[in-house]
């Protein structure tokens, strides 16, 4: 497009050529004028121009020529740090160098120079064709007659003629001064963003008065006559910038392309549309009659695509892009090294699939064709900590031991509740922008696009500034491809102060945090408010299992891990265990069914690790009865305590008659093998000790029968204690070595339960206690004699049909009695059934046949399950007797009252 207005060439000439205008003919008697071509790059005033010459290998010659034997009025000049005084324009100076403009700049010319003062300023005549340009000026009254000017021959005359009649007319510089003779202008812009709401996007017409570089240019906005230094939005051309010792050093092509730009926009006539500003410059697109300059220095390699202010440019960033495309694919000028990234291998590079998990503001996994992948959003980045807190946090992080990142992050919880609300279960399309490949110790990347229907989610979190944008390396392609408009969001939420981007003080997240055995006491605090509130809102953070989940409870802000309430299900795969069958089947059902599902929770109890046990329902939908129905689950022995007991029960009924999961095998009894309830409890005592007790309801014990090879064992450890060598064994956690008792100082086995620096915390595995030792209290077990492969004495128990204490305050009282009442003593055991690993027993005095559990009921300082079946009806008479006795005697828990869930519905009880 531009190429036609900057075409020309120079030449000298020796004689007279035959394009030469007739008047120069008209004179044999003068040695032959020397006539040379050029074009015309700009008007300095209404007798001065600037002519170049053909670029040969850089930007062309230039001269500047005045006009011989004629003056025009002086333009104003812009102040600088010589001359800080505004000038003004003489009268008429601007309207006689824009006659002059409009007729020649960017035209091809001939011109001559007459002669030359001492300063070096040549003086000459121009000719447009066959045109006088110094006759035209005269004649129109836009330059006088140079005061003092003499000549000779017709030409002289002639001209003289012309200015008697222009002045006589009145025309031009002639006429009588007026408000418009002089400009108004406007050097410093003092308020640069009401020039810009003022401007409102739309063209203003302006001509360019200078050309800085590629892609900034000076310029004169009409009819204001404001002077601005517009940066071209959205490129970045090669700079002139400075060295160390001042002297200029221009980036590659940063001549060349301050030429392309001057050739075609130095003083014509533009529009210009103002789209920011940065500090006192304007950034803007500068609209010729044939194109946008700035696409043409794109797509011809003078300028490259930059980031920061195409946000800013009004409409075509997806042509920048394409124009700057074109120029890397032909590796035109700045891109003539340019090698295109190596792209990782991307498989189905677009896909629609179902949101399965929002793991941050910037990752999101999505389930297609039964696969679960992890889609990152491309040039997104969630938020994060400030660089000080981080270091903050990271110090009180040893002391406190947990933190969660994301509630504590500002705007971290929005971004990732935004996500989860328009996201989690719902239908989205995948485009995969680009694979980075795998750093290190991090995976394969998949970045991407995820749209929900039309909108892009990623622009949508980053125009509510709960999201930021990646700011590349301009040679940096692995980037979204709708990086633009992530750009534009990015801008727009700034504007609004919205999110990150706003003046106001972050939102605050105070979490209860009740999971784990550190925060039980607190939990136990929780569970008679849950429990009387009955069901209440919450959404499911984690899936551990089918079974176990970790909840966030808006109307408490607390975060509490749950068991699913009457079930047993299957463990999944561990660090150190592989997955039971099922397991992994089970907990991705929960995972599908609840994961970051808003849900509902109805707590029940709480167990000896802390968790709540408690009913999930999502979409009015029981999460057990779910696991029961595929056949991922089986009911546990407690289930017909709780109310949904029957529900429960029919899902597992259905599982079997389909032969789902667990049942796939099952063969129904037939009638005459059906087995006979149990009308009596079975009893069958063995003789313990109990070595240990570790709360109100579980203690070690030692079978008396194994009482005189636990005595030989001890008595050949104590016999070869000589040749232990404490300090130079290395234990790691669950290694089985000999530890020194600090009570007797003799050498016991142990098992190495936890390291926490250079404390080692054992657990002596004939005996049950447990205590923290130095490396200098450890040794290595003697080869020989069974030490290692013999099992350890003490077994663990606990209490059946009974629950420690619900209210914490009472745990140790309640511990203390528990081991007043059983502690050394030997009693009789009876195994009553076993849940996992664990055993549950009763204990009885041999001589007074006293229950254990019994007597810690009417203590009033552990509480009875209620069991129904029909043989436990004895039992559950008398531990129920002993339990009201208490209440009545308010001993114990029951000082203040029943401390029991109420069942009114003011209490939130529903049936």
């Known amino acids: 497009f531009f190429l036609s207005l900057s075409s020309g060439i120079l030449c000298r000439r020796t004689s007279m050529a035959s394009s030469a205008p007739a008047a120069a003919a008209a004179a044999p008697q003068q040695a032959p004028k020397v006539f040379n071509k050029g074009v015309v790059k700009q008007v300095m005033s209404g007798d001065t121009v600037v002519i170049r010459g053909v670029p040969r290998g850089g930007p062309p010659p230039e001269r500047t020529l005045s006009l011989a034997g004629v003056t025009a009025p002086r333009p104003a000049r812009r102040p600088n740090q010589n001359d800080a ?96 003779a002089v400009r108004d202008i406007v050097w410093t812009v003092e308020e640069p963003r009401a020039l810009v709401d003022r401007a409102k996007g739309k063209p203003i017409d302006a001509v360019i008065e200078n050309v800085r570089d590629g892609s900034t240019v000076r310029a ?38 301050k030429f392309y730009t001057e050739s075609r926009l130095l003083q014509r006539d533009v529009r210009i549309v103002l789209e920011g500003f940065s500090n006192q410059n304007f950034l803007g697109t500068v609209l010729h009659p044939v194109g946008n ?142 694979v980075r490949a795998p750093q290190g110790n991090f995976p394969e990347k998949n ?49 609004n102060e ?58 408490e802000t607390c975060l509490l891990s749950l068991v699913l309430a009457g079930i047993s299900c299957p463990r999944t795969e561990g660090p150190s265990s592989p997955a039971e069958p099922l397991g992994n089947e089970a ?135 000589g040749q232990l060598t404490p300090g130079a064994f290395k234990p790691k956690k669950g290694a089985l070595c000999a530890a020194r008792f600090s009570a007797d100082q003799q050498w016991y086995r142990a098992r190495v339960e936890s390291i926490e620096g250079s404390n080692f915390e054992v657990v002596y595995i004939d005996y049950g206690n447990r205590e923290k030792r130095k490396l200098g209290d450890i040794a290595a077990l003697p080869v020989g004699s069974g030490f290692e492969t013999t099992p350890g004495f003490a077994h663990k128990y606990s209490l059946a049909f009974v629950d420690p204490p619900v209210m914490a305050d009472y745990e140790g009282e309640a511990k203390d009695y528990f081991a007043q009442l059983v502690l050394n003593k030997t009693l009789l055991l009876n195994s009553e059934y076993k849940d996992g690993e664990v055993e549950f027993v009763t204990l009885a005095d041999p001589k007074t046949k006293a229950d254990a559990a019994t007597v810690m009921l009417a203590s009033g300082l552990i509480t009875m399950q209620k069991r129904r079946e029909k043989y436990l009806a004895q039992l559950m008479k008398e531990y129920s007797e002993a339990q009201n006795a208490a209440k009545h005697a308010r001993t114990g828990m029951w000082v203040y009252g029943d401390i029991t869930p109420d069942d009114d519905k003011e209490f939130g009880y529903k049936k």
């Open 498 to 555: 919205k999110g990150l981007h706003s003046k106001k003080e972050a939102p605050l997240h105070r979490i209860n945090d009740l999971t784990g055995r550190d925060n039980k006491a607190i939990a136990e605090r929780m569970l008679p408010s849950l429990q009387r509130a009955g069901r209440v809102a919450a959404v499911v953070e984690y899936v551990a299992s089918g079974s176990r989940f970790r909840l966030y409870v808006p109307k």
């Open 85 to 180: 005084a505004d000038s003004k324009d003489e009268p008429w100076a601007w309207q006689s160098r824009e006659a002059l403009r409009r007729k020649l700049v960017g035209k091809e010319v001939t011109f001559t120079v007459d002669y030359q003062v001492p300063s070096g300023r040549e003086f000459g005549t121009v000719y447009l064709g066959q045109e006088n340009v110094t006759k035209t000026m005269v004649a129109e009254g836009w330059v006088k007659i140079r005061e003092g000017g003499r000549g000779d021959g017709e030409e002289w005359a002639e001209l003289v003629r012309l200015g008697q009649s222009a002045e006589e007319a009145k025309r031009g510089v002639h006429a009588p001064p007026t408000d418009k």
């Open 293 to 434: 300059i700035a696409e043409f220095l794109l797509q011809d390699g003078f300028a490259k695509v930059a980031d920061w202010s195409l946000s800013s440019l009004t409409e075509g960033r997806e042509r920048y892009r394409a124009a700057e495309n074109a120029a890397k694919a032909k590796k035109l000028r700045q891109w003539a090294s340019y090698v295109a990234p190596a792209r990782g291998n991307i498989v189905d590079k677009t896909f629609t699939g179902v949101v399965e998990e929002i793991v941050s503001a910037e990752c999101v996994v999505v389930r297609a064709g039964g696969t679960s992948r992890k889609v990152w959003l491309a040039s997104v980045r969630q938020p994060k900590k400030p660089a000080a807190e981080e270091g903050a946090e990271g110090k009180a992080a040893e002391a406190k031991k947990k933190l969660n990142a994301m509630y504590e992050t500002p705007y971290a919880f929005e971004a990732r509740e935004f996500l989860r609300k328009k996201l989690i279960g719902q239908k989205v399309k995948v485009e995969i922008d680009f």
């Open 587 to 721: 907990a991705q059902l929960a995972r599908l069914m609840a994961l970051q599902h808003e849900a509902e929770v109805e707590v029940e109890a709480i167990d000896k690790s802390g968790n709540f046990v408690g009913h999930l329902f999502v979409n009015s939908q029981n999460v057990a009865a779910a696991l029961l129905e595929e056949g991922y689950a089986t009911m546990h022995f407690s289930a017909d305590r709780y109310r949904n007991y029957a529900a429960l029960l029919a899902a597992e009924t259905q599982a079997k008659n389909a032969k789902k999961g667990y049942w796939a095998t099952y063969v129904e009894p037939k009638a005459t093998e059906a087995p006979v309830e149990r009308k009596d409890r079975k009893t069958d005592y063995k003789e313990v000790v109990v070595t240990e007790v570790c709360s109100a309801t579980t203690f070690y014990a030692q079978s008396t029968a194994s009482t005189a090879s636990i005595n030989a064992m001890m008595d050949s450890l104590g016999s070869q204690s």
């Open 447 to 495: 970045s991407g696009t995820i749209m929900v229907g039309d909108v892009n989610i990623a622009e949508a979190l980053v125009s509510r500034g709960l999201a930021t944008v990646v700011r590349h390396r301009q040679d940096d392609d692995e980037r979204s491809v709708h990086y633009d408009a992530l750009m534009a969001a990015e801008a727009k939420a700034v504007k």
């Open 220 to 257: 004169f906005l009409l009819p204001s006559f404001e002077y601005v230094t517009v940066m071209l939005t959205g490129v970045k051309a090669p700079m002139f910038k400075r060295s160390d010792k001042g002297e200029e050093a221009p980036e590659p092509f940063a001549a060349e392309a």
